[in-house]
């Protein structure tokens, strides 16, 4: 059975920093490409970033390039999200996945989900 479990969000002020975990069992992340989503109210989910098996190849979103920040632990079997830079409109519930095939920017290419973690940004 596979399980992905988001932890990290909360509350935090415009400018500050967060950082999201996803801990993945039933699967060796070395093996998988992942990626993060997020999903504003009233929103369709996108996507925000991936990272290759390897972690040797990775991309972001153009709202989030330059104050996110992708990686991953093999040996704990967890990818992260470093937020800096924190916005009002980066709030959102941000999802982990698992890449299966497809256009790696589409959540149609991703076949496991987390349960997501509410990140708010306000002051």
């Known amino acids: 059975q596979v399980q992905l479990v988001e932890s990290g969000g909360g509350l935090v002020q415009p400018g500050g920093s967060l950082r999201l975990s996803c801990a993945v069992s039933?699967?060796?992340?070395?093996?998988?490409?992942m990626a993060w989503f997020r999903q504003g109210a009233g929103k369709e989910r996108e996507f925000v970033a991936v990272?290759?098996?390897?972690?040797?190849?990775?991309d972001y979103s153009d709202s989030v390039k330059g104050r996110f920040t992708i990686s991953k632990d093999n040996a704990r079997n967890t990818v992260y999200l470093q937020m800096n830079n924190l916005r009002p409109e980066d709030t959102a519930v941000y999802y982990c996945?698992?890449?299966?095939?497809?256009?790696?920017?589409?959540?149609?290419?991703?076949?496991?989900w987390g349960q997501g973690t509410q990140v708010t940004v306000s002051s």
């Open positions: 039933g699967r060796t992340i070395s093996d998988e490409a």
């Open positions: 996945a698992v890449y299966y095939r497809g256009t790696y920017y589409r959540e149609e290419a991703y076949y496991y």
């Open positions: 990272i290759s098996g390897s972690g040797n190849s990775i």
